[in-house]
């Protein structure tokens, strides 16, 4: 768990992150409870009902991605959101890179955001990604990849905002893995309010027979049962 500086931002310096690397490259994930304090998670999602501080309001159903909501954070992104950006992305590119290394992928990442995000614009991509989920009774997500132009970072994050079992039941968060030639794994999680989940966006390194193949990602949210689910998304990749 990282520590709470007086700032009330998470200390993410503060974190196992060999722990955490051990569990992304074993697991395909890592799970990081209590890393945002109950008051900035309950802080941050009031934020939705204010279309002021987003770009881009999506509703599932229009699209076939499910049933629920999700807003785009428009630019300057609230402080807690910057925060974990910015420095989740300095601690994860030396990750991304080790799986880039065992992928056989020619690129590799900068080693802070903003270097990463000249390589986005370089594309077009200009748009910030970073977003807030709602979702209701009956509320689900599809499987999917939140891939929104040629350049993407290999890894990204959410942050649970709501309390499981008190404010909502179901809602599980799906990781679905598939390797070659064999069946869909799929794993699910129920993070508590403030918890991080670190994921691959679209594939893996996992190690096979003979070196390491390629598993591809999806995830997705499965029926909310009741109450209200609203969520952190931490995409490092801009959006055309």
């Given at each position: 768990m990282g520590g709470k500086p007086s700032s009330g931002l998470p200390d993410l310096h503060a974190l196992d992150w060999v722990a955490v690397e051990h569990s992304i490259?074993?697991?395909?994930?890592?799970?990081?409870p209590q890393l945002v304090?109950?008051?900035?998670?309950r802080s941050l999602r009031t934020l939705y009902d204010h279309d002021r501080y987003f770009r881009s309001r999506v509703v599932m159903a229009r699209y076939n991605f499910g049933q629920g909501e999700y807003s785009y954070f428009a630019y300057p992104l609230p402080t807690l959101v910057a925060h974990l950006r910015t420095h989740l992305y300095t601690?994860?590119?030396?990750?991304a890179n080790r799986m880039m290394d065992r992928l056989n992928r020619v690129q590799r990442y900068p080693s802070t955001l903003a270097a990463f995000h000249k390589e986005c614009h370089r594309q077009g991509q200009t748009q910030p990604t970073p977003l807030l989920l709602r979702y209701h009774s009956g509320d689900f997500n599809c499987l999917h990849r939140d891939l929104y132009g040629p350049?993407?970072?290999?890894?990204?994050g959410m942050v649970m905002l709501s309390r499981k079992g008190q404010e909502f039941e179901g809602g599980e968060f799906v990781l679905v893995e598939n390797r070659p030639r064999q069946q869909a794994r799929a794993v699910a999680f129920n993070p508590d309010l403030g918890d991080l989940l670190i994921f691959p966006v679209h594939e893996r390194p996992v190690q096979g027979k003979h070196g390491y193949i390629r598993a591809s990602m999806r995830h997705g949210v499965s029926p909310l049962k009741t109450g209200r689910r609203y969520a952190l998304g931490v995409i490092f990749h801009e959006a055309t």
């Open positions: 490259l074993t697991n395909g994930y890592a799970h990081v304090q109950a008051s900035a998670c601690h994860l590119a030396p990750i350049t993407h970072f290999l890894l990204q």
